[in-house]
Nanobody, 124 residues
């Protein structure tokens, strides 16, 4: 089992920045690909970004490309999502998810472990 705990959400004005963290425990963090998803009220959970278990590949949804950066610190067992130039439409609950040594799928069904989510609210 892998336990994931997100933090860093909050209320920010449009154009501002936030950095989300995803703290992992339970298994060897460096063996797990890490992804971020988000879910706005009344909408499906959607892919945001992914970083492979070895950090060799990152991939972003078109809606966040150039504004968000995913990273990981395997020594600290923590993943990050740096979010800049936030927009009102980025408002959602953000979830981190993990699966074992995958090459970064974007479908939520591919991930075995999920955090509880952290709320990000962007005011316009």
């Amino acid at each position: 089992q892998v336990q994931l705990v997100e933090s860093g959400g909050g209320l920010v004005q449009a154009g501002g920045s936030l950095r989300l963290s995803c703290a992992a425990s339970g298994r060897t963090f460096s063996d797990y690909t890490l992804a971020w998803f988000r879910q706005a009220p009344g909408k499906e959970r959607e892919f945001v970004a992914v970083i492979t278990w070895n950090g060799g590949r990152t991939y972003y949804a078109d809606s966040v490309k150039g504004r968000f950066t995913i990273s990981r610190d395997n020594n600290q067992n923590t993943g990050y999502l740096q979010m800049n130039s936030l927009k009102f439409e980025d408002t959602a609950v953000y979830y981190c998810a993990a699966n074992f040594k995958s090459w970064g799928p974007t479908g939520k069904e591919s991930y075995d472990y999920w955090g509880q989510g952290t709320q990000v609210t962007v005011s316009s």
